[in-house]
Structures are given as C-alpha cells and as structure tokens.
C-alpha cells in the first residue's frame, strides 16, 4: 500500500506559479510511474506531467514549457513547479503512483489550484 500526500494548491491570478509536492510512503524509484493528472469539473482526468521508472518525463502539450516535475528521492517527494499559469489549469491536480508488478494505482486525496483572469 502506497500513500501519497499532496500540497501546495491554492489561488492564483494568471501568470502566478505554485508548487505542488507529493509525498509518497515508500521508495519513489521503485514506482513504474508518478506523477501529476489533473480534473476540471465536467472534464475526464488528464495526464499533466509524469516521471517514468528510466527517469525520463511526460507532459501534457498544453504545459510544456510552462510546468516542470522534479522530484528529492530521499524525501521521496515529487514536486510539479508550475509557472504562467492560466485560467484553463484551473483543476483538481493529483498525484498517482503506478507499479507494474503486481499491478497497483495509488491517487492522493487532490489539491484545488485555481487560476483566476
């Protein structure tokens, strides 16, 4: 069983940054994938920025270059560093753990951030 706890949301006006961080309950490196999705209301939960278990990265088109993921291994802590941010991330972000073998998909709880115009 893995827990995730997430932190960092909040309000902010267009062109503000947060920092979300996920603190997970168990070794990182060991996870297939982590990572941030998010979900605006009436909308499916997408896929923002994910690390994958070689240490490379995916992020959704509509981010790039504006969100960064990284991540302390020792704290076992991944962080999304988000900055320009616009009305349109406006959403509930979670962090998600994936492990392969055997296969088990851990969510946090979500974070609100809310970007106003």
């Known amino acids: 069983q893995v827990q995730l706890v997430e932190s960092g949301g909040g309000l902010v006006q267009a062109g503000g940054s947060l920092r979300l961080s996920c603190a997970a309950s168990?070794?990182?490196?060991?996870?297939?994938?982590m990572g941030w999705y998010r979900q605006a209301p009436g909308t499916q939960r997408e896929l923002v920025a994910r690390?994958?278990?070689?240490?490379?990265?995916n992020y959704a088109d509509s981010v790039k270059g504006r969100f960064t993921i990284s991540r302390d291994n020792p704290k076992n802590t991944v962080y999304l560093q988000m900055n320009s941010l616009k009305p349109e991330d406006t959403a509930v972000y979670y962090c998600?753990?994936?492990?392969?073998?055997?296969?088990?998909?851990?969510w946090g709880q979500g974070t609100q951030v809310t970007v106003s115009s």
């Open positions: 690390f994958n278990r070689d240490g490379t990265t």
């Open positions: 998600n753990v994936v492990i392969v073998l055997p296969p088990q998909n851990y």
């Open positions: 168990g070794n990182i490196l060991r996870f297939n994938r």
